[in-house]
C-alpha cells in the first residue's frame, strides 16, 4: 500500500471517528437540555409549594390565633361573668352573657364540635389546628423539599453532561489534529481521544441509569397525616399512619424521625433510638435528630453513646446550650465529675455570651435560652429525684441502677449546679450580667399554709399544710429572715408540675426590714372563679439574683 494509500485511508477513518463524536456530542447535548429543562420543570413546582405551603401555614395560623385568642377567649370570659353572675344571684346578667357566649360560638368553628366538648366544657385545639392547617401544610412542604431536591439532582446530572459535552469536544480536537500529522504521534492523538470517547460513554450510560429521588404522593399524604395525629398526641395512631408511608418509601427520612418522636412518647425508648439511627443514615443526620438520639441513649442508661452523639451534634453547633447540659448530665451519671463541671460552665459561658451579643444589638436573648436553662435544671432535680426513689409524673432520668457515680457526690454536685443555673438565668434575665458573689441573705425554710381570721378580721392561727385541698385560693407562705437591705431585689417564682408558672411571678423591692418575719400571699382570691389547679408547686425566693430559699406544696385534685 503506498504512503497516499494510507493516508487516504486513515483520513476515512478519521472522519468516521469525528462523524461518530459528534453524533455522541449531538446526544449529549440534548441529554444536558433535557435534564437541564427537567430541573427547572422541578424547581418551578418546588416554588409553587414553597408558596403555598407558606401562605398556607401563615393563613392557618392567623385563623386559628382568631378562633383561640380570639374566639375562644372572649367565650372563656363570657362564661366566667356568667357563672359569677350566677353565684351573685344576678339571673338576667347571666342571661345575658350566656346569649353573647351563643353568639361568639357562632362565628368560629373550635367552639362547636368536633372540636368542642360541651361535657369539659372547653375545645381541642390540637385536633382543630392539625385539621386546619398543619396537616396540609406539612404535606405542600414535603412536596416542596422532593421536588427541590429533584432540581437538584436532575442540576447535577445536566451539570455531568455540560463536561462531557467539553471532553468530547477536547476528543474531536485531538481527533481533527490526528489529521494534520504523520506517524505515530497521530495514533497517539486517536488512542488519547477514543479513551476519553470510551471514558464518556461508561460514565453516561452510569448516568442514564441513576436513580433519581423520587417520593411517593402517597406516602407524603400518610406522612403528614401522621404528623397531624401525632400533634394531638394520638402518637399510636401517627405510628400506623407513619409505618403506611414507610410501607411505601422504606428510606423516608422524616417519617422514620417522627415515628421515633411518636415511640419516644409512648415510652418505648429502643424503638425510638432505632428510628433515630435509621433516619440519620436515610439522611437526616441533624442536629435535631442528633439531639433527641443523644437524649433517649440518656435515658437509657447508654451513657458512652449518649456522649458520643451529643459531641457530634457540638462539632455542628458549639453555641447549643441545651446539648452542652444534656452533655453534662450525661458525664455526671457516668461519674466523671470533672468532664461533666466543664460542661456546665462551658454552657453557662455561652448563655452569658448570648444574652451579652443579643443586648449589644439592641435585640432580645432567644426564648428559647431561657428555657435551655431552666431544663438543665429541671433535668438535675429529675436525675436526683430519680436516684432518690421519689420520681415525679414529668421525671425523665435514666433507672438509678444504671447511673455509675457516687450517689452521694452526684447529689452534691447537682444541687450546686441546679443553684448556679437557676441564679444564672435571673441574674440574666434582670441584669444581663452573670449573678454577684454571694449575699448575706439567711430566710428559714418556708411553712406554707393558711391564715385563719375572726369576724373582726384579726389573724386567729395560722394552719400549716404541705397538702391543700381542692378549690383553695390562697395559700400564704411564712418565713424567718436576716441580712435582707431594704430595696433589694426581690423575684419569686411558682412552678408547677416541674414548670414555671409566670402568671405568678412576682418582681419587686424588698420592702421590710434587714431581719424579722414575713409573709408571702400566693393568691387568686380576688376572683370568686379561680383557684390553685392540682398539683405539686415549688416556690423559689431570689434576693438580688441570689436564691435564697425554696420549698414545695401540693394542691389535690377533686
Request: hydrophobic residues 45%.
Given at each position: 500500500?503506498?504512503?497516499?494509500?494510507?493516508?487516504?485511508?486513515?483520513?476515512?477513518?478519521?472522519?468516521?471517528?469525528?462523524?461518530?463524536?459528534?453524533?455522541?456530542?449531538?446526544?449529549?447535548?440534548?441529554?444536558?437540555?433535557?435534564?437541564?429543562?427537567?430541573?427547572?420543570?422541578?424547581?418551578?413546582?418546588?416554588?409553587?409549594?414553597?408558596?403555598?405551603?407558606?401562605?398556607?401555614?401563615?393563613?392557618?395560623?392567623?385563623?386559628?390565633?382568631?378562633?383561640?385568642?380570639?374566639?375562644?377567649?372572649?367565650?372563656?370570659?363570657?362564661?366566667?361573668?356568667?357563672?359569677?353572675?350566677?353565684?351573685?344571684?344576678?339571673?338576667?346578667?347571666?342571661?345575658?352573657?350566656?346569649?353573647?357566649?351563643?353568639?361568639?360560638?357562632?362565628?368560629?368553628?373550635?367552639?362547636?364540635?368536633?372540636?368542642?366538648?360541651?361535657?369539659?366544657?372547653?375545645?381541642?385545639?390540637?385536633?382543630?389546628?392539625?385539621?386546619?392547617?398543619?396537616?396540609?401544610?406539612?404535606?405542600?412542604?414535603?412536596?416542596?423539599?422532593?421536588?427541590?431536591?429533584?432540581?437538584?439532582?436532575?442540576?447535577?446530572?445536566?451539570?455531568?453532561?455540560?463536561?462531557?459535552?467539553?471532553?468530547?469536544?477536547?476528543?474531536?480536537?485531538?481527533?481533527?489534529l490526528s489529521t494534520t500529522i504523520r506517524g505515530m504521534v497521530r495514533w497517539l492523538f486517536v488512542g488519547v481521544g477514543s479513551a476519553i470517547v470510551a471514558f464518556n460513554l461508561g460514565w453516561m450510560a452510569v448516568m442514564l441509569i441513576v436513580e433519581l429521588p423520587e417520593l411517593p404522593a402517597e406516602a407524603i399524604d400518610a406522612y403528614a397525616q401522621g404528623v397531624g395525629m401525632a400533634y394531638q398526641g394520638r402518637d399510636a395512631e401517627a405510628i400506623a399512619l407513619f409505618d403506611q408511608a414507610l410501607a411505601i418509601q422504606p428510606d423516608y427520612a422524616n417519617a422514620l424521625y417522627e415515628r421515633g418522636n411518636a415511640y419516644f412518647f409512648l415510652g418505648d425508648y429502643q424503638q425510638a433510638v432505632a428510628d433515630y439511627q435509621a433516619a440519620r443514615e436515610a439522611g437526616r443526620n441533624d442536629v435535631t435528630v442528633g439531639w433527641d438520639l443523644g437524649w433517649t441513649y440518656y435515658l437509657l442508661g447508654q451513657f458512652d453513646q449518649a456522649v458520643l452523639v451529643n459531641a457530634q451534634v457540638l462539632a455542628l453547633d458549639p453555641t447549643l446550650i441545651g446539648i452542652r447540659m444534656n452533655q453534662g448530665l450525661a458525664l455526671l451519671a457516668q461519674g466523671r465529675f470533672d468532664n461533666a463541671q466543664l460542661e456546665y460552665q462551658q454552657a453557662l459561658d455561652e448563655a452569658v455570651r448570648q444574652v451579652n451579643q443579643a443586648r449589644s444589638t439592641g435585640q432580645?436573648?432567644?426564648?428559647?435560652?431561657?428555657?435551655?436553662?431552666?431544663?438543665?435544671?429541671?433535668?438535675?432535680?429529675?436525675?436526683?429525684?430519680?436516684?432518690?426513689?421519689?420520681?415525679?409524673?414529668?421525671?425523665?432520668?435514666?433507672?438509678?441502677?444504671?447511673?455509675?457515680?457516687?450517689?452521694?457526690?452526684?447529689?452534691?454536685?447537682?444541687?450546686?449546679?441546679?443553684?448556679?443555673?437557676?441564679?444564672?438565668?435571673?441574674?440574666l434575665e434582670f441584669t444581663g450580667q452573670p449573678p454577684p458573689g454571694p449575699g448575706n441573705a439567711n430566710v428559714s425554710a418556708f411553712r406554707f399554709g393558711q391564715e385563719i381570721y375572726d369576724q373582726q378580721g384579726n389573724l386567729v392561727r395560722f394552719d400549716e399544710y404541705q397538702t391543700f385541698e381542692y378549690g383553695v385560693d390562697e395559700i400564704a407562705i411564712w418565713f424567718d429572715f436576716t441580712g435582707i437591705p431594704p430595696g433589694a431585689q426581690e423575684v419569686w417564682k411558682i412552678y408547677r408540675n416541674g414548670f414555671e408558672d409566670q402568671s405568678l411571678r412576682t418582681v419587686s423591692e424588698w420592702a421590710l426590714e434587714s431581719s424579722g418575719k414575713g409573709v408571702k400571699y400566693i393568691t387568686y382570691a380576688y376572683s370568686n372563679i379561680f383557684i390553685f389547679a392540682p398539683g405539686e408547686y415549688t416556690v423559689e425566693l431570689y434576693i438580688d439574683q441570689q436564691l435564697v430559699q425554696r420549698g414545695s406544696f401540693t394542691v389535690a385534685g377533686p
Open positions: 500500500m503506498t504512503p497516499e494509500q494510507r493516508e487516504e485511508r486513515f483520513e476515512k477513518f478519521a472522519s468516521v471517528l469525528i462523524a461518530t463524536v459528534t453524533i455522541l456530542a449531538a446526544i449529549t447535548a440534548f441529554l444536558q437540555a433535557y435534564a437541564s429543562n427537567e430541573a427547572d420543570r422541578a424547581d418551578r413546582q418546588a416554588q409553587d409549594f414553597s408558596i403555598r405551603a407558606t401562605t398556607t401555614r401563615v393563613n392557618g395560623a392567623l385563623e386559628f390565633s382568631y378562633d383561640w385568642q380570639g374566639a375562644f377567649q372572649t367565650w372563656r370570659e363570657l362564661d366566667l361573668q356568667a357563672a359569677s353572675a350566677e353565684q351573685e344571684g344576678d339571673a338576667l346578667a347571666a342571661e345575658r352573657f350566656r346569649r353573647l357566649q351563643d353568639h361568639i360560638a357562632s362565628l368560629s368553628p373550635l367552639l362547636n364540635p368536633p372540636y368542642f366538648d360541651e361535657q369539659q366544657n372547653w375545645p381541642d385545639p390540637a385536633r382543630y389546628e392539625a385539621e386546619l392547617y398543619l396537616v396540609e401544610a406539612t404535606r405542600l412542604a414535603e412536596h416542596f423539599a422532593a421536588q427541590a431536591e429533584l432540581s437538584n439532582a436532575w442540576s447535577n446530572i445536566a451539570n455531568v453532561f455540560v463536561i462531557q459535552l467539553t471532553l468530547l469536544t477536547v476528543a474531536l480536537s485531538l481527533y481533527g432580645q436573648p432567644p426564648a428559647s435560652l431561657w428555657y435551655y436553662l431552666d431544663a438543665g435544671a429541671a433535668d438535675l432535680e429529675s436525675l436526683l429525684d430519680q436516684i432518690n426513689g421519689t420520681p415525679k409524673p414529668w421525671t425523665q432520668a435514666p433507672p438509678p441502677d444504671l447511673v455509675q457515680a457516687d450517689f452521694a457526690r452526684l447529689q452534691a454536685f447537682a444541687q450546686e449546679h441546679i443553684k448556679r443555673i437557676k441564679e444564672m438565668t435571673v441574674a
